[in-house]
């Protein structure tokens, strides 16, 4: 079977690798370059010539961000092709049309590579829902933060101090709102969300990150024993689901609190099935170039994940609820002393622990809030 | 697609519950069941009616031990039916066997469900090896042995007195040698070996369990921040290959360290996607029953993993070396002082450590032995 890599960064020349070296049935017989980086024959930097080639089964994406990545992969659909993608952003934003265009064209769309790298956690659910409905997922799904909050435990440096040093090595982007704020687990949370539960997952979900973690946050929540890990959680019940991004203070005893350095942990759960917990390299050019190799071999073997999302869901953020700390020199309305200088608040949604905190932030911009969850 | 399903205890009942439930597709049209216990319409006694039963296309068997599950499963097999089995025993000890009828008919032989319970641990192997070599895999494969630690740190008890009550409890068999001494854990590590590096894993491998382990070891590796974890591992290199089952003393802060209860965690190690970890159940009827399930309808789907135990690998018990702490009063040859009370020997092979242990044992029959694997 031929197919054609768009984008030859850091994941398209994993993919390119591991296909040219590991993978007999396979050829990748185009690759999608800037006009200024051609350097072999199966290059070329016009998109017309992969997409008209009849020859090309499957396109992979793994240019990232939202245009032309949106334009291409709506193009190959149409066009009849199978879609393998690494790009959470866009298949965050765009997900339902996408799918809309491969179920009309009878064609596949393949994104185990965009949530957690090496990790076949789209493929897991997907099998654990030909017999129970998922009841809830969790997970640590980005790397990076997991990376800060493990150095800043283990060095006892504070947050600033991590952050520079992760840069430095290329951990971090030099931009790093999108990890810090949580953003890319956003993209990975609605991604999850409407896998698991089969739905348009909504984009206005509460989203908080780590920016103003201190390592004085980690040793009050260390003295309750438990630790800080940024989390994307869904759950579904009764016909409603919720979804949020946001800190979660986790037990010192728990997996996720043991998760080392950029690897990622993510967990669902089922009725027959029980709890399951994934965990491996949430990034990099292997990993997540072995996932989008594993799609495509799913596509040579004929199976072809059909997504649906017309079950009529409702978002009820009423669902998450948990208590919330806050460490802050703000009023926080409803709460009771946690620790001197935190509060917390009990059994509020998400939604309302963000609206607390988005206030606290007006009065001190160095709030912190992290949920309480109850141990299963 | 009709199925019929050997054996109606825990693990049937849960097969038969999951698919009349929750899959529309499969019917379980014959049940095999002891001649004083027929219930219903489905159930017979004559395992003929079910073998010459045309309209079965796939064997479900449940009935654990050797025969007459040994006999049963070959009897599908050579009759054109595919057999999913959760029956770890006959696997292990009849896997080359299966394997040649199953190729011979062109059948499918599906055992998921015989190690890791719920966890997608055969399935994902598999689906590692279309990419990578599995270089090598590890984990806690039993939940009495590791509900007994757990509980034993958790309380402060002593081992009898903890394996007493979970036998009161259900959790532990009358007779506890099977899980206790490691035996469960070899016939998983023969099985994982064998699906991992495709070869008949010989059974000639060093297995200890944990039935001398006693609060003052788990208090004496606490000391060193270790923990005990009855282990199977497996390495592969160089055409050579090692398994091995034992005691292995790992960093409280490692993921296996902080495994609760009755759960299992399986960890594989593979080149380009790296290290995978997956944390389930590993018994119970339900997430055993979803195992069987999902491999039925993975037949369904015309997924037939299809092994072939021709690649010739060497068994060269060489290639797992550890250092050893041996708790003991014994005199152990190459040792040297660890702890009062406790030796350390150096760099030897697993099955070096075995024939320690066992001259050990001679002197003293309280010996506790563990492995002390160094960090990745």
């Given at each position: 079977m031929k197919i054609a890599v768009l984008g030859y960064g850091t994941v398209g020349r994993g993919v390119v690798k591991i296909i040219d070296e590991q993978v007999a049935d396979v050829e990748v017989s185009r690759i999608l370059e800037l006009p200024d980086r051609i350097s072999?024959?199966?290059?070329?930097?016009?998109?017309?010539?992969?997409?008209?080639?009849?020859?090309?089964?499957?396109?992979?994406?793994?240019?990232?961000?939202?245009?032309?990545?949106?334009?291409?992969?709506?193009?190959?659909?149409?066009?009849?092709?199978h879609v393998v993608t690494s790009n959470k952003a866009v298949v965050a934003e765009y997900f339902a049309e996408f799918v809309e265009a491969a179920n009309a064209h009878g064609v596949g769309l393949l994104i185990e590579a965009s949530v957690g790298g090496g990790i076949p956690w789209i493929a897991s659910i997907i099998k654990a829902r030909r017999i129970d409905a998922i009841s809830s997922f969790s997970g640590i799904m980005n790397g990076t933060t997991n990376y800060i909050v493990y150095k800043m435990l283990k060095d006892g440096s504070d947050f600033s101090e991590v952050l520079s040093k992760a840069q430095e090595m290329g951990?971090?982007?030099?931009?790093?709102?999108?990890?810090?704020?949580?953003?890319?687990?956003?993209?990975?949370?609605?991604?999850?969300?409407?896998?698991?539960?089969?739905?348009?997952?909504?984009?206005?979900?509460p989203v908080t990150g780590i920016r103003t973690l201190s390592k004085h946050d980690l040793a009050l929540f260390g003295s309750h024993e438990r630790t800080v890990k940024l989390l994307g959680r869904?759950?579904?019940?009764?016909?409603?689901?919720?979804?949020?991004?946001?800190?979660?203070?986790?037990?010192?005893?728990?997996?996720?609190?043991?998760?080392?350095?950029?690897?990622n942990l993510v967990t669902l759960d089922a009725d027959t099935v029980g709890e399951l917990k994934f965990y491996g390299q949430?990034?990099?050019?292997l990993p997540t170039g072995n996932a989008i190799v594993q799609d495509v071999l799913d596509c040579t073997a004929g199976i072809r994940p059909r997504y649906d999302?017309?079950?009529?869901?409702?978002?009820?953020?009423?669902?998450?609820?948990?208590?919330?700390?806050?460490?802050?020199?703000?009023d926080v309305e409803g709460s009771r002393l946690f620790e001197p200088g935190a509060v917390l608040v009990s059994d509020i949604t998400s939604e309302r622990a963000r609206g607390l905190l988005d206030e606290a932030l007006r009065t001190d911009p160095t709030t912190f809030m992290a949920a309480i969850v109850k141990e299963s």
């Open positions: 072999e024959s199966r290059m070329t930097s016009s998109y017309v010539d992969i997409v008209n080639d009849s020859q090309v089964e499957v396109v992979v994406e793994c240019m990232g961000g939202l245009e032309p990545a949106h334009t291409y992969i709506l193009a190959a659909l149409n066009a009849g092709k951990y971090a982007e030099r931009d790093p709102s999108a990890d810090i704020d949580g953003i890319d687990v956003r993209n990975k949370t609605v991604i999850t969300a409407s896998v698991a539960f089969d739905v348009a997952c909504t984009k206005e979900l869904g759950v579904q019940r009764d016909g409603r689901y919720a979804v949020a991004v946001e800190p979660v203070a986790v037990s010192t005893s728990s997996l996720e609190a043991n998760v080392p350095s950029n690897f949430g990034a990099g050019s999302f017309s079950r009529g869901l409702e978002y009820d953020p009423g669902l998450l609820r948990s208590d919330y700390v806050f460490r802050t020199e703000a």
